[in-house]
Nanobody, 122 residues
Framework: QVQLVESGGGLVQAGGSLRLSCVFS???????MGWFRQAPGKEREFVAG????????TYADSVKGRFTISRDNAKNTVYLQMNSLKPEDTAVYYCAARRMAITKRTYDYDYWGQGTQVTVSS
């Protein structure tokens, strides 16, 4: 059974950095990985995605140039490096997995982690 476990969230001041990790149990290299986030009262939204090899990435416009998604297939882990954080980045961050291509739609993803809270203070 596929399981995803996120870590690395926390409280940071605006302009700071955090790195989120998501450990995947299963045949990791078969899956596209995505990071999503959900702020209070808002819908869950796509943040970034990476293909099975790490050679292709996609980002939401709101995080381009500040966030970087990467994966280490030897460690079954996907990362989200978040720099220049803003208060509007405050949300619960989720990693998700699916087969085939990167998409931005939440309903395309088959497996989800429990989420990790990121809070950015102004």
């Amino acid at each position: 059974q596929v399981q995803l476990v996120e870590s690395g969230g926390g409280l940071v001041q605006a302009g700071g950095s955090l790195r989120l990790s998501c450990v995947f149990s299963g045949i990791f290299s078969n899956y596209v990985m995505g990071w999503f986030r959900q702020a209070p009262g808002k819908e869950r939204e796509f943040v970034a995605g990476v293909n099975w090899s790490g050679s292709s990435t996609t980002y939401a416009d709101s995080v381009k140039g500040r966030f970087t998604i990467s994966r280490d297939n030897a460690k079954n882990t996907v990362y989200l490096q978040m720099n220049s954080l803003k208060p509007e980045d405050t949300a619960v961050y989720y990693c998700a997995a699916r087969r085939m291509a990167i998409t931005k739609r939440t309903y395309d993803y088959d497996y989800w982690g429990q989420g990790t809270q990121v809070t950015v203070s102004s």
